[in-house]
């Protein structure tokens, strides 16, 4: 079956604008997570969804980001006024809803200029 | 604190050579602990995984990894590599607590395979 998916793959911005991010999880994964890996910071968790339950949004970097799942599946992830500081590659990631083992997605990398 | 320490930075090794990439972990409880590889320009693929039971584990691509509770390590090792092995590997461990998931990375090796 198909894997994770994320869009767009690759995402050059200028400073200030806005970006959204795609991510579609394997079909039956109630738990979807986001990512972020970049050169200083190494992979950090962002955000975790999981069915109708309230977000855990704890690795948000800042309020600049919110991410949204729709119908329990897609998963947006909104950067505004983008900074420099927000080029990485963002992994999204799905899992069961037990969640042990995460499958994650080839990422979009997002270079703001 | 949970952190994951993967003391390597980059490897080098020749093909057929052997291959040990070392990984320690603190962790409040049990872990669950996962080796992902990742080649370039694309996501984390999962190589191998730990949750309890035998402490020899194996995965994909040949590889295996060996859970030591006294030492908090989590090493991976696959007996002759292969050009095709180039790529950074992450080692993260997590555990069902909150509910979920919530993994914690380390900050990856780097691996180089010469002909």
């Known amino acids: 079956g198909a894997g994770v998916s994320q869009s767009p793959s690759n995402k050059v911005t200028e400073k200030g604008k806005d970006v959204e991010l795609r991510c579609d999880p394997i079909s039956g994964h109630t738990a979807l997570y986001w990512y972020r890996q970049s050169l200083g910071q190494g992979l950090e968790f962002l955000i975790y969804f999981q069915g109708n339950s309230a977000p855990d949004k704890s690795g948000l970097p800042s309020d600049r980001f919110s991410a949204e799942r729709t119908g329990g599946s897609v998963s947006t992830l909104t950067i505004q006024r983008t900074q420099q500081e927000d080029s990485a590659v963002y992994l999204c990631?799905?899992?069961?809803?037990?969640?042990?083992?995460?499958?994650f997605g080839p990422g979009t990398r997002l270079l703001v200029l | 604190a949970q952190s994951v320490t993967q003391p390597d930075i980059h490897i080098t090794v020749s093909e057929g050579a052997s291959l040990e990439l070392r990984c320690n972990y603190s962790?409040?409880?049990?872990?669950?602990l996962f080796w992902y590889v990742q080649s370039p320009g694309q996501g984390l693929q999962l190589l191998l995984k730990y949750f309890s039971g035998d402490t020899l584990v194996q995965g994909i691509k040949g590889f295996e990894a060996e859970f030591k509770r006294s030492q908090s390590s989590f090493n991976l090792r696959k007996p002759s590599v292969h050009w095709s092995d180039a790529a950074e590997y992450f080692c993260?461990?997590?555990?069902?607590?909150?509910?979920?998931?919530?993994?914690?990375f380390g900050a990856g090796t780097r691996l180089a395979v010469h002909p």
């Open positions: 990631a799905s899992s069961t809803d037990r969640g042990e083992t995460q499958y």
């Open positions: 993260a461990v997590g555990g069902v607590a909150g509910g979920y998931n919530k993994l914690i």
């Open positions: 962790y409040g409880a049990t872990p669950y």
